[in-house]
């Protein structure tokens, strides 16, 4: 599985979009992007994955560029309980199905 | 529905004792993946299970293993625990083992050694 590189902390006002940026340079033809989340002490929260298309759902969006050597995920409206460790994956077929978590970027939303 | 449940949610026990870990995972998912999160890191992958077979196993010693059983819950046993396997661990359900599925992970249990 392609490994993946995040910032280690950001910052975001409520009320504001918050911008999580990935970098996946090495990410292969069949690979997919995933976003999780963990807010303190509990367990990640699946958020949203995407081949090459930019995805959206009822929580965030998520735009792939054109050569899927990076990502953002987008939280339009940050509230305070979008506090939390955002982790961006990549997985692959290979490899026995595992998924391989790096450091993720902490994100604090302040008032 | 039932999330994914994971038992117990604490535990402490003494370096060198044996513990069991379990997992029971979403109704209807067959695919189960365990785990270990110490302070500060991502979760580091331990296992996983498709259809009660070994399917990957990440870099830990011979001390873990786990099982998966026909009801498709799921059991991770480590032995002679040291004090650096105190950790939350998670385990996480999947419907099928294919990548195009999300992942859905339990609260964990956080084990202390002592």
């Known amino acids: 599985d392609a490994k993946t590189t995040q910032p280690p902390s950001m910052d975001c006002a409520e009320g504001r979009a918050a911008n999580l940026p990935c970098n996946h340079s090495?990410?292969?033809?069949?690979?997919?992007v995933y976003w999780y989340r963990q807010i303190h002490s509990q367990g990640p929260q699946y958020i949203i994955h995407?081949?090459?298309n930019n995805e959206t759902n009822e929580m965030a969006s998520l735009i792939i560029t054109e050569d899927r050597k990076s990502s953002t995920l987008i939280l339009p409206h940050a509230t305070l309980r979008d506090t939390a460790v955002y982790y961006c994956i990549v997985r692959g077929l290979t490899g026995g199905f595992k998924t391989i978590f790096g450091a993720g970027t902490r994100l604090f939303v302040k008032a | 529905d039932a999330g994914v449940t994971q038992s117990p949610t604490h535990l402490i026990k003494t370096r060198g004792q044996h513990v069991t870990l379990r997992c029971s995972p979403i109704?209807?998912?067959?695919?189960v993946s365990w785990y270990q999160q110490v302070l500060g890191q991502g979760p580091q992958f331990i296992f996983q299970y498709y259809e009660k077979e070994e399917r990957g196993r990440g870099n830990f010693p011979d001390r873990f293993s786990a099982r998966q059983f026909p009801n498709y819950s799921s059991e991770l046993n480590v032995n002679a625990l040291l004090l650096g396997d105190s950790a939350l661990y998670l385990c996480?359900?999947?419907?099928?083992?294919?990548?195009?599925?999300?992942?859905?992970f339990g609260q964990g249990t956080r084990l202390t050694v002592v």
């Open positions: 109704s209807g998912h067959k695919s």
């Open positions: 090495t990410i292969s033809g069949n690979e997919y």
């Open positions: 995407g081949l090459k």
């Open positions: 996480a359900s999947s419907l099928v083992g294919q990548v195009r599925t999300e992942a859905f």
